[in-house]
């Protein structure tokens, strides 16, 4: 037990010591995280079209369409001619243009007075039809405020309304979703990249030989990195969280003891598979990019920035195969919806399954010394 403790305690020195380990494993995740928050926030899920009205009929009636466009959420409004802001759309500073037609006036006293409606196109919109994002929000949101200027004018009154009812207590934005991504990357880097590398440094410079002769047993030796290595990342955990708690106010809606469990389970998971990189790898050298091309995939398809089923869907079957997706969606469930352990069962089962497999090869693989 003696030489145990010491074992984790010296591993824990040689963290601190190393500038890259704070960098990489502290800083950057933080540093990320506030990067992304900043730009992108609780403003990540809000689509907002930039908006060009040209008012050529001056008239109070075409005023107050433009000052209803000018209100609408999801449109940011700026006045031009109609030559600048076709400009603006072609180079793509604007996204449309709204232009409200000499004559829209005159057509609304006219129907106010005889009562007769006509489908006279008063108001024309300009925009990129190739792009079909823009083309089909920005029709739908010129044409409601159309629609409800049309009702407002031939007194319409609805029979049957919608009632909508809010069921999410707290609206939750990009940094919510960021932040359970942020801490995966931060868990599978530390421990997938950094076991591999430090064991295999370690097995050419011969300190595990040295170890292996040494009354010193392996799974004490292991017991010693898994401890090490569980702490930094709790405190690399808490030290995001914080974070992101005092910047952006993310909280944490479920258990922080599921919280902890899962990422204890994930640490677990990716500490295994790094010490089958470490036994594949003859060198250091080759421990990185083996290391890289088993995470630069799982950056992508893991859910960590975008999530999962806005991917391909041939790609989702192999995504369900990958822990890094489940332990994603387990940290954001637990944030984000307060999921239970009941809730959770399949993603962390997927990831029981890897931790057992992937331990059971790297024991069998391991080796202290350079064959």
Do not use: C
């Not at 997938?192 to 002769?213: C, D």
């Not at 599921?258 to 990189?277: K, Q």
């Amino acid at each position: 037990m003696k030489a145990y403790w010491r074992l984790t305690l010296a591993q824990l020195l040689l963290f601190i010591r190393n500038k890259n380990t704070i960098i990489w494993s502290l800083l950057l995740p933080v540093f990320m995280m506030l990067a992304l928050g900043t730009f992108l926030g609780n403003g990540g899920n809000q689509f907002t079209l930039q908006t060009v009205v040209v008012d050529e009929d001056q008239t109070p009636v075409s005023r107050e369409l433009a000052d209803a466009f000018q209100g609408t959420e999801g449109l940011a409004v700026t006045a031009a001619d109609r030559k600048s802001g076709l400009e603006q759309v072609r180079s793509g500073e604007a996204d449309m243009m709204v232009v409200l037609k000499k004559g829209l006036g005159e057509e609304v006293e006219r129907f106010q007075s005889s009562g007769e409606a006509r489908a006279v196109e008063q108001i024309a919109l300009y925009l990129d039809g190739s792009n079909p994002t823009v083309s089909e929000v920005g029709t739908s949101v010129i044409a409601q405020v159309v629609d409800e200027r049309n009702k407002e004018l031939v007194g319409f009154r609805p029979v049957v309304s919608t009632e909508q009812v809010d069921v999410q207590a707290r609206p939750l934005g990009y940094i919510d979703f960021l932040v359970p991504g942020i801490l995966s990357l931060m868990i599978m880097s530390n421990n997938l990249n950094g076991v591999a590398a430090t064991i295999a440094s370690w097995r050419e410079r011969g300190i595990l030989r040295r170890m292996q002769g040494t009354p010193l047993k392996s799974s004490t030796f292991i017991a010693g990195q898994i401890t090490a290595r569980v702490l930094l990342n709790g405190l690399q955990a808490v030290t995001v969280l914080l974070v992101a708690y005092f910047l952006f106010d993310v909280q944490v809606n479920g258990s922080w003891v599921l919280l902890l469990a899962v990422l204890l389970l994930g640490t677990l998971t990716f500490m295994s598979i790094g010490f089958i990189i470490a036994s594949l790898a003859k060198n250091p050298e080759s421990a990185a990019p083996i290391a890289g091309l088993v995470t630069f995939p799982m950056i992508f398809v893991g859910g960590i920035f975008f999530p999962i089923r806005d991917l391909p869907g041939l790609l989702q079957p192999l995504i369900q195969l990958i822990p890094i997706g489940h332990l994603t969606d387990s940290l954001r469930g637990v944030m984000n919806d307060g999921a239970t352990l009941a809730q959770l069962s399949m993603p962390l089962s997927i990831l029981a399954a890897w931790l057992f497999v992937s331990f059971t090869v790297a024991a069998a693989t391991f080796r202290w010394d350079v064959k």
